[in-house]
């Protein structure tokens, strides 16, 4: 994975997705001059409600204190370019794929990214599935692109509960000296941050890395799955 003075384009289904997935490479890809920018297709809590009360004060109160945690979050890790979609969250399934295609087609050919870090294709969260069904088809070949890599990242608790796991991570990423960012990252999300045995958890989350750091003989990692690479 190019990490120094790359541009890189995260497409994650929603706010939180990518502190856990690749917090950590964030940080240090930032320590490395990367340009790096965040596409959130989905807004993250109104799975939580039952569909009358949708448009509700409450549900609006949700939304708005979500997005000043994910702009906390990235100012955390020194990120400063995202866009914010606002799809109803777990409902990806409810809109064609091609709706998500094309917003990811918009943002990729305005930031024209070299490397792409999104979802992985054994998730139970059925925005994430669709997520990465969508990058798949956004990131085709093509002689204009950009694009010279293509990462899945895993999220913790959505892949693990999967029954079937077929994540089978190529690439590991040393996080041992980003790692507290990456919790401080994720501590702003003060209702997704649980108690152990939780997995989404600080507890949880260190454990993942260093099970990452064991496979790859590191102290903390991120792992990923390498999906393209055109050099």
């Avoid at 997705?17 to 930032?30: E, I, P, S």
């Avoid at 990367?34 to 549900?59: C, H, M, P, Q, W």
């Avoid at 024209?112 to 059925?126: F, Q, W, Y």
């Avoid at 069904?133 to 892949?159: D, H, L, M, W």
């Amino acid at each position: 994975m190019i990490l120094k003075n790359s541009r890189i384009l995260v497409v994650a289904a929603h706010p939180d997705d990518d502190v856990l997935g690749c917090g950590g490479t964030l940080a240090k890809a930032k320590s490395l001059n990367a340009n790096i920018k965040i596409l959130y297709l989905g807004e993250g809590v109104t799975s939580r409600f039952n569909d009358e009360d949708l448009n509700s004060k409450k549900v609006k109160k949700a939304q708005i204190i979500r997005k000043n945690e994910c702009i906390n979050s990235l100012k955390t890790l020194g990120i400063d370019q995202y866009i914010f979609e606002n799809r109803l969250c777990t409902r990806f399934d409810e809109l064609p794929l091609l709706n998500l295609v094309k917003s990811i087609e918009t943002v990729i050919k305005k930031f024209k990214p070299t490397l792409i870090l999104t979802h992985n294709n054994s998730e139970v969260n059925i925005d994430h599935k669709l997520t990465y069904e969508a990058v798949e088809v956004a990131t085709r070949p093509n002689k204009k692109t950009s694009i010279k890599q293509v990462y899945s990242f895993e999220i913790i608790c959505s892949g693990n509960w999967k029954y079937y796991k077929t994540f089978s991570p190529s690439t590991y990423i040393d996080i041992s000296k980003f790692f507290k960012k990456k919790l401080e990252a994720w501590s702003k999300y003060k209702k997704e941050n649980n108690k152990y045995p939780h997995p989404r958890s600080n507890k949880g989350l260190e454990i993942l890395a260093r099970y990452r750091g064991l496979q790859s003989f590191l102290e903390l990692a991120e792992a990923f799955k390498l999906e393209r690479e055109i050099l």
